[in-house]
């Protein structure tokens, strides 16, 4: 009898040949599978030649390829497709086996799926995958989630394939339903902010007359402190790369895409009520960065001021740059872990949070020596309420904040966005102060709209006034409660 599978991966996109030919690499025999039939030959023949993997020509010839319990990995399209392999599957698996989908799906439709096929005893998974083709190859980020029952029979192949962080892997079982697939969508959110945050740097760097060379060096120095990251290394590699017409970066056109997992954190923060400010700015200033021809026509017409940015000392403003980024990056993963915190609360989730900063300390995008720190701060205070709130990350920021008030408020007087910095800054200050201003906002609902209002010290009780009144008397308060 032929060979059977440990495995089939359904999916031969770049993401789906890299994960089986990591797969292969550890040992697993993986059955390769795709819609388009044709691929699967073209892969055996080309990128898999010389490896175990081995092909199928139909879901049913693929089943049969697999030892029980089967488990069936998914990378395709997220959406419909997911739901059309499914449905397809379904009928050919037997109670028990595993069906696991590492695309970027949503995480409402992970759970979804999950208790769908727990009523029909298939075991499924959502799997947040990233890395990229190089993680996806080497060593990716894997955040699974979805049936538990499903974790033990695919444990030892995920926890092979993934990035080691100090040789513990980057792949935990985050938890029920859509749980790895929310993680991810996070994960992706945070993603963008970083990026944002590095951007502006830049804007600053530039606007203050560095070159190329010099922010290179920056980012180069910088990588080896606290900001040590794979997207602050990367961009010192892109600040340096010069083709023979000159630095490449100058040529890119000042616009940014988005596949949409950054406005799906945006918007869960909106759903939970989770202030995950940096992330939503750094999702509106893609947008903002998409509305080129306006904003060129704009440039030409609206006035900013007149001050040339000019700093003394630049070694020391440089200095004061680094503590803008990093006392911002704290709060960027301070509101990311917030929303986490939150969702959990509502699906029943339990994550672990040092766990989830050691899925991200390796293999992904926003990999970096600050997610050991904040792996840390969890293992001390495994009910730590908020990252800010850990003396490490405290005294970073009480040590940072000067800087940080610094570069902010020069951004504003030269006149260069700093949204992701600036909204950092806002949200420690809100996040910090006893008594906001909101007991006004609570008068103005209630003078408009008789919303009511609550007393201080009478938490739970309502009141209504008329605030006019009539024919110049104070209204009388009516509790309501
Ligand atoms: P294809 O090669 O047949 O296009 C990434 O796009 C992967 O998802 C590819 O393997 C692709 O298969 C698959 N894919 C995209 N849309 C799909 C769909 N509607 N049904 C099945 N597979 C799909």
Redo the contacts with the bound molecule.
Sequence with gaps: MSQKADIALI???VM?QNLILNMDSKGYVVCAY???VD?VDQFLNNEAKGTKVIGAKSLEDMVNKLKAPRKVML???AG??VD??INKLVPLLSPGDVIIDGGNSEYQDTTRRSDELKLKKILYVGCGVSGGEEGARHGPSLMPGGNPEAWPLVKDIFQSICAKSNNEPCCEWVGEGGAGHFVKMVHNGIEYGDMQLICEAYHIMKSLGLTQDQMAEQFGKWNTEELDSFLIEITRDILKYKDDKGFLLERIRDTAGQKGTGKWTAIAALEYGIPVTLIGEAVFSRCLSALQSERVLASKQLKGPEVKPKVDNLATYLNHMKHALYCAKIVSYAQGFMLLREAAKENKWNLNYGGIALMWRGGCIIRSVFLGNIKEAFQRNPTLSNLLLDDFFKKAIESGQQSWRQVVSNAFLWGIPVPAMSTALSFYDGYRTEKLPANLLQAQRDYFGAHTYELLGQEGKFVHTNWTGTGGNVSASTYLA
């Design positions: 999916g031969l996109a789906g795709n819609r388009t691929k990378l395709v399209k419909s497709a059309d392999f």
